[in-house]
């Protein structure tokens, strides 16, 4: 069946049934409904003294249950620097279990190593993301089941609603205590937030704390809480690797091109009316985005305008915005630097938000739909403005979502911001190899040679009209990058299906083929 | 044209290629190392083809190693490698 963007959706594969995409809020659960969840109780005498807390891994894994078939989940607040995913499949495929779902908020090139459980069938399924290695590994077939590509968003809105079951949720915690008490901000291993595993702790019907560093009760500030942590492993096998974790300091681009684009974004926001009193603003960590931020600053200190709240991903740009007053607070699910990490420990206004308040569309309210405006990437745009982030022109799958879906279908002015051209590929395209994010939820589309803006935009009177930007179709776009790059050779796919993008709500925005070169 | 010495133009910069030519005594051998090879690797040989063709050079080794360069940067750098290369033949 076609879906409201025109792909060709299957009925079903490998026994999943698939619901089409029908349009941002096309689709809403028939009513209010309670999924299951399991209720805890540990007797007073055990927790008092102190039987929640386990040595090993192996321990915890044994006295859940771990069996065949079951889903696991992590978190990826530790990125390049997470040893834990990697040590717990070492003692999981000692254990002889098979037929896995990994349920990860992202799976990251440093988890290479599961590249051979996917091949030996000890991990069959994988829901979240896969950048890097293990990404290519599902391009070519390796996994035997699918490759469930979710939003931040997406994925809190499926395990809150039960669509997917976690049976045991492992949270690595750079900080707990005897009782369960977890935060990220303490630590040799300090990465933040820990809100990417919020749902995983509220939904799992078991949760494991890992940590390297057991502190006396109560561990506060108080991240996932007690009530929700079922044991406590105190290990000495580091769960992560500081260096990887968080970087030094995010430094702005000094690509000149970058830099260009990024101070036309300011014209675009500028000329929509977005730079005004009580503005909200999410920026990712990449160079345009990181950028954009510093000339947003510029342009709020030189106008004497003050926003209402930011949203990270928090890097230090947003750090240094949010102690110059020019917003009364950070919500924050991620942190990308040590600035980010020591600013959420010591600034109250600095507030640490779980995934589902973020960004779950099927909840009583979430951050993302209050943003004015987000600035993003892509590795694919095509004419109808569709956006590409998981999948390379290539074929390959090398990336996740992350936010992407859901910040740019909540905020008022929506922006992709890109070279046109990267490795002599253009990034706007006639069809884009994957569809991430639907073209309704974005406005604008800013490069180094013009300006695009989508027509069904509410801002399309006001950005066209500005004289500075050099306005273009995407048509024109194409066509001028196409004339540098010359036409490439179409990519060959297999009818195996590897992966299934869910839009936020669950629907299904497009399917990813096994590569056949 | 012949290629009579082993030189390099270009660098390892993002948009750039970095050729290497040596001589050879009998065949024409091109040896291509590309991010894009999937979508572009045919391309950009035949490019560096065409232009050794436009010199009538059938002779020697080319050794590209592209991080994306575009069809005018391929032909700029093999156009002063092959300079380089033949320098006794401009003299």
New interface residues.
């Given amino acids: 069946m076609k879906n409201a963007i025109d792909r060709e959706i299957p009925d079903e594969v490998k026994g999943r049934k698939l619901r089409p995409f029908q349009g941002n809020d096309g689709y809403l659960p028939e009513d209010r409904f309670i999924p299951a969840t399991r209720m805890r109780a540990h007797s007073s005498s055990f927790v008092r003294q102190k039987k929640k807390v386990l040595s090993s891994l192996k321990e915890a894994l044994v006295k859940v249950g771990l069996k065949d078939g079951m889903t696991l989940s992590f978190h990826h607040h530790f990125r390049g620097g997470d040893n834990l995913m990697n040590h717990a499949f070492e003692i999981i495929q000692k254990m002889g279990v098979k037929d896995l779902t990994v349920n990860a908020s992202s799976v990251q090139p440093v988890h290479s190593p599961l590249i051979p459980l996917m091949e030996s069938k000890v991990i069959t399924n994988i829901e979240g993301g896969a950048n890097g290695a293990p990404g290519e590994a599902i391009s070519r077939g390796k996994l035997d089941g699918l490759l469930t590509v979710r939003s931040h968003g997406g994925r809190a809105r499926a395990i809150d609603s039960g669509d997917s079951h976690i049976d045991i949720a492992i949270i690595g915690a750079p900080t707990a205590d005897f009782m369960g008490n977890l935060n990220g901000t303490n630590g040799r291993y300090a990465c933040g937030p820990l809100g990417y595993a919020w749902p995983d702790a509220r939904m799992a019907d078991n949760v494991i704390a890992v940590t390297n560093e057991l502190v006396s009760f109560p561990n506060y500030p108080v991240s996932i809480p007690m009530t929700l942590v079922d044991w406590v492993v105190h290990t000495d096998v580091p769960i992560g690797d500081p260096k990887g974790i968080v970087s030094g300091t995010t430094r702005i681009t000094k690509d000149p091109m970058r830099l260009k684009i990024a101070s036309t974004v300011i014209d675009v926001l500028d000329s929509a009316g977005i730079i005004k009193e009580g503005l909200t603003f999410q920026s990712g960590a990449g160079g345009i985005s990181l950028a954009s931020s510093y000339f947003l600053m510029e342009e709020m200190l030189k106008k004497k305008i003050k926003g209402s709240w930011a949203m990270g991903g928090s890097t230090a740009a947003l750090v240094d915005m949010l102690d110059r007053g020019l917003f009364d607070y950070l919500l924050d699910v991620q942190a990308f630097d040590v600035t980010a990490v020591n600013s959420l420990r010591n600034n109250p206004r600095h507030i640490e938000i779980g995934a589902s308040c973020y960004a779950s569309p099927f909840n009583a309210a979430c951050a993302v739909n209050l943003l004015d405006t987000i600035v993003l990437g892509a590795t694919e745009v095509d004419l109808n403005f569709n956006a590409n982030t998981v999948t390379e022109s290539d074929g390959r799958i090398l990336h996740g979502i992350g936010g992407h879906q859901d910040t740019s279908s909540g905020a008022e002015l929506s922006i992709l911001a890109f070279p046109l051209i990267r490795g002599r590929v253009s990034v706007v395209v006639d069809n884009v190899t994957t569809v991430v994010t639907p073209g309704e939820s974005i406005d604008v589309v800013v490069t180094e040679r013009g300006v695009a803006v989508n027509p069904s935009s509410k801002h399309f009177d006001e950005i066209t009209n500005n004289k500075r930007l050099n306005i273009k179709s995407m048509e024109e776009l194409k066509n001028e990058a196409l004339k540098l790059t010359g036409p490439r050779k179409p990519i060959r796919f297999k009818d195996n299906i590897v992966g299934v993008i869910e839009n936020r709500d669950g629907t299904v925005l497009d399917v990813i083929y096994e590569l056949a070169d | 044209m012949d290629i009579i010495q082993t030189v390099k133009a270009g660098t390892l910069e993002?948009?750039d290629i970095l050729i290497t030519i040596s001589p050879h005594d009998s065949e024409l051998i091109i040896e291509l190392e590309t991010?894009?090879e999937?979508?572009?690797?045919?391309?950009i040989k035949q490019e560096i083809l065409d232009f050794l063709s436009s010199l009538e050079i059938t002779k020697g080794v080319i050794k590209a190693i592209?991080?994306?360069?575009?069809?005018y940067t391929v032909l700029a750098r093999m156009e002063t490698a092959i300079n380089r290369a033949c320098l006794e033949e401009f003299e």
């Fill in positions: 993002s948009g991010p894009v999937s979508l572009y690797g045919e391309k592209d991080k994306g360069a575009l069809e």
